[in-house]
């Protein structure tokens, strides 16, 4: 009951990364040709494969908690982080089924190695497109930039709104 429960749980959280890298590929192809509302729709599908993710995150927990139960073992639980809790209770099992239930982890991790690889050099891009427009904006717009304050003496913050750009240079 253990194995078949803890191999559904894998394989569904196995599934809901390769959806989440699908709409991550979405979302960066949604970033580059600037199509705002495409990548908000992604945004809250990722948000959905998240909340989804956390269920199953718990359920894992749960499973755990029971198997330590069905051990009566103190130490399962509070000496070993996700990983040897995992471990702890494949060791428990037939060889088979063993194999089988490492190697699904190992595909978990890879594919949220894969994802949170995807993520970074997403974020690293759109880091670097922020600082280039501050910087951009800063030197052609230098008097918007800095402290403002008004005759009260509090700090104005410069609004872009209402900024009119001449896009013939």
């Known amino acids: 009951m253990i194995y078949e429960k803890c191999r559904t749980i894998l394989l569904q ?5 390769q959806n989440a890298l699908i ?4 979302i960066r192809l949604a970033v580059g040709q600037h ?21 199953l995150e718990n359920e894992r927990e749960q499973l755990f908690t029971v198997f330590k139960v069905l051990l009566h073992e103190r130490s399962f639980s509070e000496n070993l982080d996700d ?19 490492t190697a699904i982890y190992r595909s978990l991790k890879l594919e949220a190695l894969k994802l949170r690889i995807t993520n970074d050099a ?14 951009f904006f800063a030197l052609a ?18 609004e872009m709104s ?7 240079f």
């Open 83 to 101: 990983k040897g809790r995992f471990y702890a209770l494949v060791a428990m099992l037939p060889e088979n089924e063993r194999n089988d239930l």
């Open 23 to 26: 709409i991550q590929d979405k």
């Open 141 to 158: 717009f230098p008097d918007r930039f800095g402290k403002v304050y008004t005759k009260d003496g509090n700090h104005y913050s410069n």
């Open 35 to 55: 199509e705002w509302t495409i990548f908000e729709d992604h945004l809250s599908a990722m948000n959905s494969i998240e909340s989804k993710m956390q269920i």
């Open 13 to 17: 959280e196995c599934e809901l990364i």
């Open 122 to 135: 997403l974020y690293a891009y759109l880091s670097e497109i922020k600082s280039t427009l501050k910087d």
């Open 162 to 168: 209402s900024m009119v750009l001449n896009q013939s």
